[in-house]
């Protein structure tokens, strides 16, 4: 008895594995950040038309309810000359469903605006954000 307690306890030695580290999230395809943003500015009605281009592949191999687009904004007032290298703070200003591939947004007189974009998946896979487009709204 004491001879197959032993052999239990030395094949159970063998096939452990020892220390466990935390568990792993599952393997996720990093959705592509967005292309070609471009814009359009409807001066009569002082507003900006986003656009941009959606890998048309991304949405046929990972279909979820939480796949969106994120737009963020920062602004600058354009009298302020001494803070043009400062960095900029950008806020989430929309968030849209995938397939989305504009946005229209109200501007204000006298700012410079910045946008840019990166698609979501889930609650926390990000693509890279996209290049940032600016231009002087006076």
């Known amino acids: 008895m ?3 307690v032993m052999l239990l306890w030395v ?15 599952p393997l996720a ?6 292309t070609n943003i471009t814009y359009r500015l ?15 592949e991304f949405p ?4 979820g309810p939480n796949m969106g687009i994120e737009i963020y904004r920062a602004t600058r007032v354009l009298t302020e000359d001494a803070c ?3 960095p900029l703070t950008f806020e989430q200003i929309a968030e849209l469903p995938i397939t989305t591939l504009e946005y229209e947004a109200p501007l204000e ?3 410079r605006y910045f946008y840019r974009l990166r698609f979501r998946r889930g609650t926390d896979i990000f693509s890279d ?3 940032t487009v600016s231009f002087d709204f006076k």
């Open 2 to 4: 004491v001879m197959a």
């Open 11 to 25: 094949i159970s030695g063998i096939m452990g594995c020892g220390k466990k580290g935390p568990p792993l999230p």
């Open 29 to 34: 395809l990093m959705p592509p950040a967005p």
């Open 42 to 56: 409807t001066v009569d009605q002082d507003q900006v038309m986003l656009q941009w281009t959606l890998d048309p």
């Open 60 to 63: 046929k191999k990972n279909r």
């Open 84 to 86: 043009r290298d400062c």
């Open 109 to 111: 007189r006298g700012y």
């Open 129 to 131: 954000y996209s290049e």
